[in-house]
């Protein structure tokens, strides 16, 4: 069984805010809402000051409370891991968005763009207005990619915006349940954690924050 | 890190906890004074419907409303807004039938706790998430709808029992969730919304009972509202990098 996973290596991850941009093209979000973030961190106190970038997003988790909360069944898990919203029945209560433990879920009640008109790549329809949206792990490029036969994380015409963006090779995708997979070999020769796991979420966003011992 | 208020629910939210639980609780002193008169009733029904009204402003896409109904399985929205539908349904059978009354008692009982339940499922806030959250909203739900009975006459000894378990479920809470936030509201539920009713309920009940709901409301506005911080992101491991 497939199970799509986001790999971030902390260690790789320069803060260039790369992905976000390509997210955003790719994705066409309105302003304010950025369905993949680079979080900048600051540890510690001067001189003893450590910096880490946290890619964030939506997590897709295995048991996903905003699935759980939402009174419209608009939100769903896919066989393969990914957790999507169905625009056509979600109310928008925002519900989802204060279950979430990881601030991944937006919504809009206006239509805006950027750069006042709508770009070529943005959708002037109204189906993302006064509904949740959030990162769908660019479920188009890898349904449109894996039925060409196309492997999601290997190919870049399958893999989504912001992995095929990353200018250090911090991010990687792929199916954890396939031992020969790309995630599965960096998740079997680093130590790694998942935000939150506390919460019997399970998310599928592994970060790797050192070699394997 | 990053922890930040959320934004989504306002105030339009917080009305139906406000409103939602105070009408429920008076269907519910209603059925145990076993009263004979349908303004309380009335009002109850009237307070629900208005809470749920301000929730219906609240969301993005209105006139898709009746998908709220979608998924019992999971939601307890879902269960709230079905609960809602039995507690009007039996709510007015009690104008024309005395048996229906506790029945709406009771259906008022489970939409108060499917309110209570909406906070506790919202894994992300930690002030929601509490397991104290639950009795902190049904007894401030009773309290509140002891608090409106009072204007109607209504036994003080259920309202002394009821502002009592309000004040307990909130110091339980407050031992569980530390948030500054619920300070200044919750001083007032324990001082105003407590002490002084019990003071005044023998002599000036009505005065008793709206202090006892308008501690109730403000307290579980700011919980909505002011209280509900996310989580925020956290790093178990910070990166190693270089050399070591």
């Given at each position: 069984?497939?199970?799509?996973?986001?790999?971030?290596?902390?260690?790789?991850?320069?803060g260039?805010?790369?992905?976000?941009a390509?997210?955003?093209?790719?994705?066409?979000?309105?302003?304010?809402?950025?369905?993949?973030?680079?979080?900048?961190?600051?540890?510690?106190?001067?001189?003893?000051?450590?910096?880490?970038?946290?890619?964030?997003?939506?997590?897709?988790?295995?048991?996903?409370?905003?699935?759980?909360?939402?009174?419209?069944?608009?939100?769903r898990?896919?066989?393969?891991?990914?957790?999507?919203?169905?625009?056509?029945?979600?109310?928008?209560?925002?519900?989802?968005?204060?279950?979430?433990?990881?601030?991944?879920?937006?919504?809009?009640?206006?239509?805006?763009?950027?750069?006042?008109?709508?770009?070529?790549?943005?959708?002037?329809?109204?189906?993302?207005?006064?509904v949740?949206?959030?990162?769908?792990?660019?479920?188009?490029?890898?349904d449109?990619?894996?039925?060409?036969?196309?492997?999601?994380?290997?190919?870049?015409?399958?893999?989504?915006?912001?992995?095929?963006?990353?200018?250090?090779?911090?991010?990687?995708?792929?199916?954890?349940?396939d031992?020969?997979?790309?995630?599965?070999?960096?998740?079997?020769?680093?130590?790694?954690?998942?935000?939150?796991?506390?919460?019997?979420?399970?998310?599928?966003?592994?970060?790797?924050?050192?070699?394997?011992? | 890190?990053?922890?930040?208020?959320?934004?989504?629910?306002?105030?339009?939210?917080?009305?139906?906890?406000?409103?939602?639980?105070?009408?429920?609780?008076?269907?519910?002193?209603?059925?145990?004074?076993?009263?004979?008169?349908?303004?309380?009733?009335?009002?109850?029904?009237?307070?629900?419907?208005?809470?749920?009204?301000?929730?219906?402003?609240?969301?993005?896409?209105?006139?898709?409303a009746?998908?709220?109904?979608?998924?019992?399985?999971?939601?307890?929205?879902?269960?709230?807004?079905?609960?809602?539908?039995?507690?009007?349904?039996?709510?007015?059978?009690?104008?024309?039938?005395?048996?229906?009354?506790?029945?709406?008692?009771?259906?008022?009982?489970?939409?108060?706790?499917c309110?209570?339940?909406?906070?506790?499922?919202?894994?992300?806030?930690?002030?929601?998430?509490?397991?104290?959250?639950?009795?902190?909203?049904?007894?401030?739900?009773?309290?509140?709808?002891?608090?409106?009975?009072?204007?109607?006459?209504?036994?003080?000894?259920?309202?002394?029992?009821?502002?009592?378990?309000?004040?307990?479920?909130?110091?339980?809470?407050?031992?569980?969730?530390?948030?500054?936030?619920?300070?200044?509201?919750?001083?007032?539920?324990?001082?105003?919304?407590?002490?002084?009713?019990?003071?005044?309920?023998?002599?000036?009940?009505?005065?008793?009972?709206?202090?006892?709901?308008?501690?109730?409301?403000?307290?579980?506005?700011?919980?909505?509202?002011r209280?509900?911080?996310?989580?925020?992101?956290?790093?178990?491991?910070?990166?190693?990098?270089?050399?070591?």
């Open positions: 069984m497939t199970r799509w996973a986001m790999v971030a290596d902390l260690r790789r991850c320069v260039c805010q790369t992905c976000t390509a997210c955003k093209q790719a994705n066409a979000t309105p302003p304010g809402v950025q369905w993949r973030r680079v979080i900048d961190l600051e540890v510690g106190e001067y001189p003893q000051v450590k910096r880490a970038f946290v890619p964030v997003g939506c997590m897709h988790c295995d048991d996903p409370p905003c699935m759980h909360v939402c009174p419209t069944t608009a939100t898990k896919r066989a393969d891991g990914i957790v999507t919203i169905d625009y056509d029945l979600c109310i928008g209560c925002s519900y989802c968005a204060v279950a979430c433990p990881y601030q991944a879920r937006f919504k809009v009640d206006r239509q805006e763009f950027a750069f006042k008109a709508a770009m070529p790549n943005e959708d002037r329809s109204d189906k993302r207005i006064g949740a949206t959030k990162c769908t792990f660019c479920v188009d490029r890898i449109a990619g894996t039925a060409q036969g196309l492997r999601p994380g290997v190919d870049p015409e399958a893999t989504p915006a912001c992995v095929n963006s990353c200018i250090a090779k911090a991010l990687h995708f792929g199916d954890v349940e031992p020969e997979s790309n995630v599965s070999a960096l998740l079997a020769e680093n130590q790694f954690f998942r935000m939150h796991e506390e919460l019997g979420t399970g998310p599928r966003f592994y970060y790797l924050w050192d070699k394997a011992p | 890190m990053m922890s930040r208020l959320q934004r989504s629910w306002d105030a339009r939210a917080a009305l139906n906890f406000m409103l939602g639980g105070a009408g429920s609780g008076l269907l519910v002193m209603a059925a145990l004074t076993g009263t004979a008169e349908s303004w309380p009733v009335a009002l109850a029904l009237a307070l629900i419907a208005a809470g749920l009204g301000a929730v219906w402003l609240e969301i993005g896409r209105k006139l898709r009746v998908h709220v109904f979608f998924n019992p399985f999971t939601s307890w929205m879902t269960r709230e807004s079905l609960a809602a539908v039995v507690v009007f349904g039996f709510g007015i059978g009690s104008f024309f039938f005395t048996w229906a009354l506790p029945l709406a008692a009771l259906s008022g009982m489970a939409f108060l706790y309110q209570a339940r909406i906070l506790r499922a919202a894994k992300g806030i930690p002030a929601w998430r509490a397991p104290e959250v639950v009795p902190l909203i049904l007894f401030t739900g009773l309290a509140e709808g002891a608090g409106l009975g009072l204007f109607f006459g209504m036994e003080p000894m259920i309202f002394i029992v009821a502002v009592l378990a309000r004040a307990l479920a909130w110091h339980r809470y407050r031992v569980a969730v530390k948030s500054p936030a619920m300070e200044p509201p919750g001083k007032a539920l324990a001082w105003i919304g407590t002490a002084l009713p019990l003071a005044l309920v023998l002599l000036v009940a009505p005065a008793a009972g709206f202090l006892a709901l308008a501690t109730g409301w403000w307290l579980k506005l700011a919980l909505v509202t209280a509900s911080f996310n989580q925020g992101f956290s790093l178990p491991r910070l990166p190693v990098r270089g050399t070591r």
